[in-house]
């Protein structure tokens, strides 16, 4: 049976093969033995049963198989998803209540149906208004309050809050309570994750193993600190001392979820969801299309849009919450050389056959464990450098990426990402309300205009050559037409102004208005204003608004042309002194 183009599987499904097969296979173990502690953790970070977990690396895995178009992308539970679904989640009800693992089943209800919606409108597109500084710095800053939240486990003391500062006051206000075989279990769990992370490797590679398998092998840390600290517990009884661990996980394979209809917690959670939808979708297409690109495949938006999109519909009616593409788990599964998204589906099978046999293994888990888990993990993600970097290349991108830390450090998650979101918007309108604009003359010999501060050119002293750097906007057009026509009154000799539109992309009703209005000011002070080297859907928008009829002057297809028809004696001459660095537009 053929599958429909809009199903990601039909791209590979059709030629699967045996050694296809056998190599997804290898790469869905050495990915089950990583998830299983992952999924456990990341349910215990967002505030659920561990099983739930389970439930959320099953169906969403088989579902993204069939819509995406990632062949290595690992779906499932990860960090910054399960850190938001906490948020959100617990402004409904208390983690551990029943109202609670109903708002985040909703929540991964309303992220499918959001991502599934924007998928069929053809908007992957919409990711580009999470800029890089402001994604970056709300992965840094989630890592952060991550880590800060896991203190609880890691020292047996009750610890809660929304952001930084609550944590700690929650932290400080508890100290006494610290719970000493706790904090020995945990520190040494995070302790040897670190070494694993860091020295496991090399180590490996001096005891004979391949790059390859030192590297998969090194990775499989958190399984090895599983074991151990779930043995210790339980032939130790460490948990008779009050040492916290996962306890009885229902074994099974989760059965059919109906999402909530109320409308009202609908409502409440709409805004959220959407953040974790947006926040998964970046974090998911740009590792997706890294992976791809070094085996030089495609990756279409849209259509990742769907596969993650059903992929959280999917958790929802499996009991689970909110999921997205991981990084580490698609480093992982691409490094192990899976083929395509069946390894996924391979990968779903061995967590299923989890649910079912294995469970029973994960009662004396210490929390703590899992806890180390999430705090080396998330550590990972915090690049503090990248604020270094941000701050040399872009003022303003750093002042969004610190907005963006400081709301999720300072308010929290969702406040974080709405801050850098509005701050992004908000420094974009001011970088592009004041439109770079050169003043140019001839580059002696050429048929060329550069910058007159930046080359030795030739220059009219009759006449106002500016090159506009900017599409022309309501945000913009007001500034700019003051700009041109204070700079042409400034200079009694000018007769003509021509603007130089290579460089401008785009105009709206507002810029079609100024530039009529910038025309009948500058004919009333007897200047003629002419344009040259327009692009050609620009050029259909003047048309449209009867501008060729209108200006006063003429349409260049280049700018030499312009100057050869207003000035030609100007191209023989040298730079006139008053056309110096004391310009006034730059």
Request: charged share 15%; with cysteine.
């Amino acid at each position: 049976m053929k599958l429909p183009q809009w199903m990601g599987a039909s791209q590979w499904l059709p030629d699967y093969n045996r050694q296809t097969a056998a190599q997804d296979g290898v790469a869905a173990i050495i990915v089950t033995i990583m998830l299983i502690p992952q999924s456990l953790a990341y349910a215990m970070l967002a505030g659920l049963p561990p099983e739930v977990g389970l439930y959320a690396s099953i169906l969403p895995l088989v579902a993204y198989a069939l819509f995406g178009t990632s062949r290595t992308l690992a779906v499932g539970p990860v960090a910054v998803a399960s850190l938001m679904t906490a948020a959100a989640a617990s402004e409904i009800a208390a983690a551990g209540t029943t109202e609670y693992l109903t708002a985040a089943i909703l929540l991964a209800t309303l992220s499918g149906l959001f991502l599934v919606v924007m998928a069929l409108l053809r908007l992957g597109w919409i990711a580009s208004l999470l800029s890089h500084p402001v994604v970056s710095g709300f992965i840094t800053a989630s890592g952060l309050l991550i880590a800060a939240s896991q203190l609880k486990h890691l020292l047996g003391i009750p610890i809660s809050g929304h952001n930084l500062y609550e944590l700690a006051l929650s932290l400080y206000r508890n100290l006494g309570a610290i719970h000493w075989p706790t904090v020995a279990l945990g520190g040494g769990a995070t302790l040897f994750l670190f070494w694993v992370r860091k020295a496991f490797k090399p180590l490996l590679l001096k005891t004979g193993f391949t790059p390859f398998w030192a590297d998969l092998t090194s990775k499989a840390g958190p399984v090895l600190a599983v074991l151990v600290t779930t043995l210790l517990t339980a032939t130790l009884r460490l948990d008779e001392g009050g040492l916290a661990i996962v306890g009885d996980i229902p074994s099974g394979l989760p059965g059919l979820v109906m999402p909530s209809l109320n409308p009202g917690l609908w409502k409440s959670l709409l805004v959220p969801a959407i953040l974790i939808s947006l926040i998964g979708f970046v974090e998911s297409i740009s590792v997706a299309q890294t992976l791809a690109a070094k085996r030089r495949q495609r990756i279409n938006p849209d259509q990742e849009l769907m596969g993650l999109g059903s992929a959280n519909l999917a958790s929802a009616f499996s009991g689970g919450f909110p999921v997205t593409g991981g990084f580490s788990r698609s480093v992982v599964n691409f490094d192990a050389g899976a083929q395509t998204p069946m390894a996924g589906v391979f990968t779903a099978v061995g967590i299923a056959l989890t649910a079912l046999f294995l469970t029973g293994l994960f009662v004396y888990l210490p929390k703590a464990t899992l806890a180390a888990t999430i705090v080396v993990a998330v550590l990972s993600l915090v690049d503090l450098g990248t604020l270094k970097h941000t701050w040399h290349f872009s003022r303003l991108d750093f002042t969004a990426m610190l907005i963006t830390i400081l709301g999720v450090l300072g308010v929290g998650v969702e406040a974080g990402v709405m801050a850098g979101v509005i701050s992004s918007l908000a420094l974009y309108l001011y970088r592009t309300n004041q439109p770079h604009v050169a003043e140019i003359g001839q580059v002696p010999g050429t048929e060329h205009f550069r910058n007159v501060q930046r080359h030795e050119v030739r220059v009219s002293p009759t006449i106002l050559s500016l090159r506009i750097d900017e599409a022309l906007y309501f945000a913009n057009i007001r500034r700019l037409e003051d700009q041109i026509y204070d700079a042409a009154l400034q200079r009694p000799q000018i007769d003509h102004v021509i603007l130089n539109g290579a460089a401008i992309n785009h105009l709206d009703a507002s810029a079609v208005d100024g530039l009529l209005s910038l025309n009948q000011r500058l004919s009333d002070a007897g200047v003629t204003l002419h344009f040259s080297e327009i692009k050609g859907p620009v050029m259909d928008q003047l048309k449209r608004a009867n501008i060729p009829e209108l200006l006063t002057g003429n349409i260049y297809l280049t700018h030499f042309q312009a100057i050869e028809d207003l000035a030609p004696e100007c191209l023989e001459k040298k730079r006139h002194d008053l056309q110096g660095k004391d310009s006034p537009v730059s």
